[in-house]
């Protein structure tokens, strides 16, 4: 089966730095089709960011745009969300998610989620 196991998170004040990690486990997932997503009280779910990939550059949502980077461990099956200059408008709960890869296909949607990390940013 597959698994997507999320850390990090946690309270912390505007300006200050976080770091999520998301490790993957399973023989359908690649860390090459992992993003993050969030999802703040009342809004809907927010993609923020998936990693560059041959031919596609990375992609940023223009709220976390120059201040969030992602990145990949590929040894550690590890994909990180480094997360500078935070807002108070940043708390969420952060998810990674992954797409279904099998044999070269590679599935549109995402299938798998972790459980998700609180990140509250104070004033």
């Known amino acids: 089966q597959v698994q997507l196991v999320q850390s990090g998170g946690g309270l912390v004040q505007a300006g200050d730095s976080l770091r999520l990690s998301c490790v993957a486990s399973g023989r359908t997932v690649s860390t090459s089709y992992i993003s993050w997503f969030r ?6 779910r927010e993609f923020l960011a998936r990693p560059a990939r041959s031919g596609e550059s990375a992609y940023y949502a223009d709220s976390v745009k120059g201040r969030f980077s992602i990145s990949i461990d590929a040894a550690k099956n590890t994909v990180y ?43």
């Open 39 to 44: 999802q703040a009280p009342g809004t809907e």
């Open 81 to 123: 969300l480094q997360m500078n200059s935070l807002k108070p408008e940043d708390t969420a709960v952060y998810y990674c998610a992954a797409k279904h890869t099998w044999q070269g296909v590679v599935s549109h949607t995402y299938d798998y989620w972790g459980q998700g990390t609180q990140v509250t940013v104070s004033s």
